[in-house]
């Protein structure tokens, strides 16, 4: 299958600061990727849909100001919380699809963020 | 908009008990994809169904996708202690909308 890397697979840093998380797709390219949070003993809750070349779409009650999403390329997204407070202490996953593979999601191995 | 809802949120099972999670949607699917994700892990691809009615295995998983197209289950017989982990069912792309449902956690007592 398809193979979505993540880095870094964790993080802790000051709150106030900002992380940046890459996702690649390493050996396919992804117009779309999507960006996930998911907390402790919960369910994957979609952030946002990453879009090559184009603004990110955003679900409905995540700031796009704090998270930050650049898709400059076919094979990387990037995801910044930017003034990171503890509350956004969290897993992230990135996940990709081939196109035409039924819409089966890739997912990369999470980064484990926490803010102190 | 559309809702997935899926029950149990937590099993715990003693090895080689049966485990059943099921997947719920209020809309009409296209099709339902199963997810397990392993503690600390990420979420893995099991199978999609596609069509009404359809019945898939993988060894000791059975997955089932109902008539209407609304509900959908996945069966472990006779538990192991690998098949711990959190079992996801996930409507695929609904419009644009990527929604998972909220998820089984499945503990397995050696």
């Known amino acids: 299958g398809a193979v979505v890397s993540q880095h870094p697979s964790w993080v802790i840093c000051k709150s106030g600061t900002s992380v940046k998380i890459e996702c690649r797709s390493l050996?396919?390219?992804?117009?779309?990727m999507f960006w996930y949070r998911q907390f402790p003993k919960q369910s994957l809750m979609l952030m946002a849909t990453?879009?090559?070349?184009?603004?990110?779409?955003?679900e409905q009650g995540v700031e796009k100001d704090k998270f930050l999403i650049n898709h400059a390329s076919l094979t990387l997204s990037t995801l910044t919380v930017t003034s990171a407070h503890p509350e956004d202490s969290s897993f992230y996953i990135c996940?990709?699809?081939?196109?035409?593979?039924?819409?089966?999601?890739?997912f990369g191995p999470g980064t484990r963020l926490t803010v102190l | 908009g559309q809702q997935v809802m899926q029950i149990p949120q937590y099993q715990h099972v003693q090895e080689g008990e049966d485990f059943t999670t099921y997947c719920n949607s209020s809309?009409?699917?296209?099709?339902i994809q199963w997810y397990k994700q392993r503690p600390g892990g990420h979420p893995v691809f099991l199978i999609q169904?596609?069509?009404?009615?359809e019945v898939k295995k993988q060894k000791r998983l059975t997955f089932q996708f109902g008539e209407a197209k609304k509900n959908s289950s996945l069966h472990i017989t006779a538990t192991q202690t690998t098949d711990v982990g959190t079992y996801f069912c996930?409507?695929?792309?609904?419009?644009?909308?990527?929604?998972f449902g909220q998820g089984t956690e499945l503990s397995v007592k050696p």
């Open positions: 996930f409507p695929g792309n609904q419009g644009g909308k990527l929604i």
């Open positions: 990453s879009n090559e070349g184009s603004k990110a779409t955003y």
């Open positions: 809309t009409t699917l296209s099709n």
């Open positions: 169904l596609v069509k009404s009615g």
């Open positions: 050996d396919f390219q992804a117009t779309t």
């Open positions: 996940s990709a699809n081939l196109a035409g593979v039924n819409n089966e999601q890739f």
